[in-house]
Nanobody
């Protein structure tokens, strides 16, 4: 069974930083693209950043220059370093991975349960 768990959320003041982590099951056969999404109250879930297994990254325009996505393939872990946080960054942040769980499994999307980030003075 594939498990994806986010951590690192919390309450921070505008301008400060926060680092999110996403840990996927160690037993996963192969992980391809990993991504962070976020969903603010009353809004649709939106893509924040993606990173391929080779390290290629992409960012939403709203976070470019402030957020950095990275991953440790050996640990099946992904990170999101968030700097210069703004109140509009307040949302639940979700980890998404495209992975093959076992040698006989199809490629599937897996989601974490989310971690709350609140930016407020």
């Amino acid at each position: 069974q594939v498990k994806v768990v986010e951590s690192g959320g919390g309450l921070v003041q505008p301008g400060n930083s926060l680092r999110l982590s996403c840990a996927a099951s160690e037993s996963i056969f192969s992980i391809y693209t990993m991504a962070w999404y976020r969903q603010a109250p009353g809004m649709q879930r939106e893509l924040v950043a993606t990173i391929t297994s080779g390290g290629t990254t992409n960012y939403a325009d709203s976070v470019k220059g402030r957020f950095t996505i990275s991953r440790d393939n050996a640990k099946n872990t992904m990170y999101l370093q968030m700097n210069s946080l703004k109140p509009e960054d307040t949302a639940i942040y979700y980890c998404n991975i495209k992975a093959i769980a076992t040698m006989s499994s199809p490629l599937r999307n897996y989601w974490g349960q989310g971690t709350q980030v609140t930016v407020s003075s």
